[in-house]
């Protein structure tokens, strides 16, 4: 099965918004990436984004049947959403979290994640290769 890569609100923005915070590669560069490392490694990957809390929920649950592993960046819902720890917390796979930003140096609302609750790892701080970090942990933690 796929690992599934969901991202939150603000994301499809990537590259345009607060480069100096996010950079400039945008998220299609990032979903590019993605795809060639995940064929290097002999994994396969289905990329996301959603603006809405309650879709990013449903994503998760198709995840339950259809995904081996969810990397996530739930962006500002990182730090609100009840929702979607719950949802996540309905998936059986392993699950990592991925900042783009190290979220620690920033505001103290940014500090607190709920997804953090679940997640078996975080990512924070090393721009877009977090995703690909993550990525090559997911694809080890599902081979052992
Ligand atoms: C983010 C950090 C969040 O605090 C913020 O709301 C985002 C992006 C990151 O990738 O650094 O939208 O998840």
Known sequence: KPIHILN????????????????RETLADVAA?????????GAEVVFRQSNHEGAIVEMIHEARE????????PAA???????ILDALNAFEGPVF???????????????HSYVSLRADGV?????????LLALR???SVLKA
């Open 8 to 23: 939150g609100p603000n994301l499809n923005l990537l590259g345009l918004r607060q480069p100096e915070i996010y950079g």
């Open 33 to 41: 990436r993605c795809e060639a490392l995940a064929a290097e490694l």
């Open 66 to 73: 259809a995904a081996s592993a969810i990397i996530i960046n």
């Open 77 to 83: 819902y990182t730090h609100t959403s009840v929702a």
């Open 97 to 111: 979290e991925v900042h783009i930003s190290n979220v620690h140096k920033r505001e103290s609302f940014r500090h």
């Open 123 to 131: 990512m924070a701080g090393f721009g877009t290769e977090g995703y």
């Open 137 to 139: 942990r997911a694809v």
